[in-house]
Nanobody, 127 residues
Framework: QVQLQESAPGLVKPSQTLSLTCTVS??????????WTWIRQPPGKGLEWMGA???????YYSPSLRSRTSIFRDTSKNQFILQLFAVTPEDTAVYYC???????????????????WGQGTLVTVSS
């Protein structure tokens, strides 16, 4: 059974770079047709898709975050990583990593029923 676990610092200062790591167990991130995805949920708001890396290594980014986001993977550790640059308090959110089979640019995320989700990790941006 595949399991995903996010790890990140709980507190980040404005203008810094936030790095989040998703460690996957029970499945390889390099095989089959899956999109290894990052989604966040700010307090009191809905889910926001941020980007994904396909099993092939291709990356996909939200247009609204593309200029501040990088997603890559460490296949030796079966991890995929999100970097979010120049964070502001508006980036405060619970961040989730997700395994999903749907093409990200035609998928709408309204709830957590589809895909396999990590438990999420709260990141607060504050000075």
């Amino acid at each position: 059974q595949v399991q995903l676990q996010e790890s990140a610092p709980g507190l980040v200062k404005p203008s810094q770079t936030l790095s989040l790591t998703c460690t996957v167990s029970g499945a390889s991130i390099t095989i089959n047709d899956y999109y290894w995805t990052w989604i966040r949920q700010p307090p009191g708001k809905g889910l926001e898709w941020m980007g994904a890396i396909h099993s092939s290594g291709s990356t996909y980014y939200s247009p609204s975050l593309r200029s501040r986001t990088s997603i890559f993977r460490d296949t030796s550790k079966n991890q995929f990583i999100l970097q979010l640059f120049a964070v502001t308090p508006e980036d405060t959110a619970v961040y989730y990593c997700v395994r999903d089979s749907r093409f990200p640019y035609t998928t709408t995320w309204t709830d957590r029923r589809a895909g396999t989700w990590g438990q999420g990790t709260l990141v607060t941006v504050s000075s």
